[in-house]
């Protein structure tokens, strides 16, 4: 099922009685963009870069590949990472991402292929991650690809993604086919130790001159289902 929102209300230190109020806002709409909700027009009006800050501190602070502590109290980053450790399913946004929290953008999205997630850095942070849906890809091009299996190499014998689903995608402007199929499977079964499979979604158009309806392609999605049998012996341990 879907992950619920965050309800915390608020965080009190009970020796200092310092409020971390800030704090629980970051991480509720955090939660939020993890989960592509939609926000109302008021709580939009209300993000500002501390919100930005605060996540991005936690998260270099829970990244072992950063060696970076940040100074907020220990319980704080406690709730962060129990909260981390949680996730097992993320749905991105990118239109949202783009359009309503571009600080988070920055965290989430390559810094050279705007509609590319970094996959390899979700699985860094949230180790019980099993799938991701990606929503409005559209175009991707050879680069975008290559880049994509490249973070799936990185990611051999790491987490626990099983699934990667890429909502709307057209392969140079062109809904995905048999073609592409062809093209890519191979490469990300040997190098990515994945299948790709095309999911489609028709719309009936009637035909004034036939007087008959048309099936046309509107929309495919591309599904790549991580093979953890098709690992090293090793690295399918590992795994576990």
Do not use: W
């Not at 996540?55 to 704080?76: G, M, S």
């Not at 299948?195 to 048309?214: A, P």
């Amino acid at each position: 099922g879907t992950q619920s929102r965050v309800q915390i209300n608020g965080i009190r230190h009970i020796d200092t009685s310092e409020v971390f109020n800030a704090h629980v806002k970051a991480f509720a709409l955090f939660s939020d963009v993890l989960q592509a909700h939609e926000l109302t027009a008021h709580t939009k009006s209300t993000i500002t870069e501390c919100d930005y800050y605060i996540v991005e501190c936690c998260l270099r602070h829970l990244d072992r590949q950063k060696k970076y502590k940040n100074k907020f109290p220990k319980f704080v980053n406690r709730l962060f990472k129990t909260f981390c450790k949680s996730v097992k399913q993320v749905r991105l946004s990118l239109q949202m991402l783009q359009n309503d929290y571009p600080g988070f953008a920055k965290i989430l999205l390559s810094s050279k292929i705007p509609n590319l997630v970094s996959v390899h850095y979700l699985i860094r942070i949230f180790h019980q991650l099993k799938r991701i849906t990606i929503d409005d890809v559209h175009n991707v091009s050879d680069t975008y690809l290559h880049t994509l299996i490249a973070m799936f190499e990185r990611m051999e014998g790491k987490g626990a993604l099983v699934k990667l689903t890429l909502h709307n995608v057209r392969y140079n402007h062109e809904c995905l086919d048999s073609q592409f199929l062809s093209k890519y499977s191979v490469q990300f079964r040997q190098r990515a130790y994945a299948k790709i499979s095309i999911e489609t979604k028709h719309r009936l158009i009637f035909n004034e001159h036939t007087k008959t309806y048309i099936q046309h392609v509107e929309q495919t999605d591309l599904i790549i289902v991580r093979n953890t049998m098709m690992l090293p012996l090793q690295k399918h341990h590992s795994l576990k």
